[in-house]
């Protein structure tokens, strides 16, 4: 007979999946000190939000998830206790949020992941010296042995194989926040696919701040992301490999001939390539030029016919002219990109672009990125009232009561891209795999009948 914990935990979750998967490994650790977890906030006795900070609305949402989470001590305060893991805390180096909410009873950074539980107890038990605990260079890195429970649906799951980034691009406080890059071994990584599949996940993730430039910093040249892919490849069973975050100037040759080569890798690519006109990839840092990245796009699209391109852009940047932003409004009139996100930038604190002189009024930098976003929902629409009559393989994410399934195909990956609506009986399951033949759309889903 086990234990029943004493103590309950209410987890929320924000930002990225690779956020997420931090989340997953602190449920697991909570389990395995007897400390349990709980969806239901009125059987808490702990509120612990994983945070994100990558941008100011990530900081704004971090922030009122932490005055929700106040207003719910505040009923019992002698009972309830406030978590803050996470992001927000690594990047807070001037201690902002600490002072701003003096109630949150601990702070604890990246690197304390597996040890949340032990900071806890300290907490409850009166033995916690101070209430941010964090290292200045996050150097944690889980593995395949890391107790991990998967809190996403059963049928897909996310692998990150790396943790950390060494592009240092101008904008961005990633690398400050998460530390250098930290490959996982091919070994490791290989055998945390094996034990999805085993559990009957249908749809691996692979995620890194940069997936292309796994193993970067191994010595070892089979660590790659290639390589990765070929050695998931070849476990036997019935399920989708989607890879998220690669990178332009670290995109291999060799990937490209995975994707028509592997059994079960979709030719689905999401590259962000954040700007297109050469002066602003250059001041960003990104690496590579525009005849690169173009040159780039079409050899994919030619090699790879099939290929489902999403892309993601930054629209007002330091120094950019409106020619520069008709750059990027051309780039996708022309290639007509599947999936594209845009926003504004935001000048953060510590990045090198911050310092820049020439700071685009916001207004206009929105006016720019509203323009993108029209073009793309007219793209988009266009490319759906294609997809009419056309059937594809569905994996049904959620069904509804009157029967009808919501689901993805090849093209999306979960809670970023479109959806296809199922029009059915009722018979399909949420982790079905279904042919689905599509009869509507709107500008970003499809709906469709079983076939």
Known sequence: ?????????YIVSLGCPKNFVDTEVMAAALLQANIGITPYLEEADIYMINTCAFIPDARNEASDTIKDALDWKAEAPEFLSVVVTGCLNQWDVDGIYKEQFPEVDLWLGISEVENVPEHMSNMLGGGLKEKMIRTKRPKYLYDHNTPRIQLTAPH?????????????CSYCSIPRIRGKLRSRTLDSAVKEAQAFINNGVKEIIIIAQDTTFFGDDSDDPNVSLTGLIKEIDKIPGDYWIRVLYTHPASFPDELIEVFNTSKHLLPYLDMPLQHISDNILECMGRKITTKETVDLLHKIKKEVPKMCFRTTFIIGYPGETEENFQEIYDLCKEFEFDRMGAFTYSAEP??????LDNQVDHKVAQERCDKLMQLQQEISLSKNEAMVGREFDVLVDVTAEDGSGVGRSYMDAPDIDNSIIIRNDGSVMPGDKVKVKITGYSEYDLEGQLV
Do not use: W
């Open 1 to 9: 007979m086990t234990n029943q914990p004493e103590k309950l935990v």
């Open 156 to 168: 897909y799951a996310y692998l990150k194989i790396a943790e950390g980034c060494d592009h240092n």
């Open 350 to 355: 510590y990045t090198r672009a911050a310092s």
